[in-house]
């Protein structure tokens, strides 16, 4: 299996580690890291469409702010736990989906909204298509992992502030709309 991972000043080369990361990260953790950024990009379409009907997903916010923190280098390399975060995600867009169905929301139509893994070998897999280099024109590419880094940044702020038991629906709304929320991977 092959990772491209760049997130940190320890990259191999300075250019980004390929085989394994030189913070001891595998393939298959930085695989399922960014299947995991994949899928909060769709929570996050769920949970601005709900917005949009005045109804606040506390659960979608809690879910985004603790996966992007999840997904800081060095923060968590536990591969079980990207697994069951993974389905905790696929679970939370059941319930975000049934809401939006019931107030007679047209979803859109994307492999974004609705891809689906039963097993880890299933999520791996779908992580080979959906990396960081998925996106070819480097300028576009470059732009969307600094956006994610920025909110990964503001995640890690919001989890420490939700410790403390201090939390702001807004700044849910700033992950949500702050470039999470886009459609096209390429």
Same mark, same amino acid.
């Given at each position: 299996?092959?990772?491209f991972?760049y997130? *940190?000043?320890e990259?191999?080369?300075?250019?980004g *580690?390929?085989?394994?990361?030189?913070?001891g990260?595998?393939?298959e953790v930085?695989g399922?890291?960014?299947?995991l950024?994949y899928?909060i990009?769709g929570?996050?379409?769920?949970?601005?469409?709900?917005?949009?009907?005045?109804?606040?997903?506390e659960?979608?916010?809690?879910?985004i702010?603790?996966?992007l923190?999840?997904t800081?280098?060095?923060?968590n390399?536990d591969?079980?736990?990207?697994?069951?975060?993974i389905?905790?995600g696929?679970?939370?867009r059941a319930?975000?989906?049934?809401?939006l169905?019931?107030?007679k929301v047209?979803?859109?139509r994307?492999?974004?909204?609705?891809?689906?893994a039963?097993?880890a070998?299933?999520?791996?897999e779908t992580a080979?298509?959906?990396?960081?280099?998925?996106t070819g024109?480097e300028?576009?590419?470059?732009?969307?992992?600094?956006v994610?880094y920025?909110?990964?940044?503001?995640?890690?702020?919001?989890?420490?502030?939700?410790?403390?038991?201090y939390?702001?629906?807004?700044v849910?709304?700033?992950?949500y709309?702050?470039?999470?929320?886009?459609?096209?991977?390429?």
């Amino acid at each position: 299996m092959n990772m491209f991972c760049y997130q *940190c000043q320890e990259a191999s080369k300075g250019t980004g *580690c390929e085989i394994k990361g030189v913070c001891g990260k595998t393939p298959e953790v930085a695989g399922l890291q960014d299947l995991l950024i994949y899928q909060i990009k769709g929570l996050a379409h769920y949970a601005m469409a709900l917005r949009a009907l005045n109804i606040e997903s506390e659960a979608a916010g809690q879910f985004i702010t603790e996966s992007l923190f999840m997904t800081i280098t060095n923060a968590n390399f536990d591969y079980e736990r990207f697994v069951s975060r993974i389905r905790e995600g696929f679970k939370l867009r059941a319930r975000l989906k049934a809401i939006l169905l019931e107030n007679k929301v047209e979803l859109p139509r994307t492999e974004l909204l609705s891809w689906t893994a039963v097993t880890a070998q299933d999520m791996e897999e779908t992580a080979q298509s959906i990396g960081v280099l998925a996106t070819g024109n480097e300028d576009i590419r470059s732009l969307r992992e600094l956006v994610v880094y920025g909110l990964k940044g503001i995640a890690a702020y919001l989890e420490h502030a939700s410790n403390l038991g201090y939390t702001d629906q807004a700044v849910d709304r700033c992950l949500y709309s702050g470039g999470i929320s886009g459609y096209n991977r390429r």
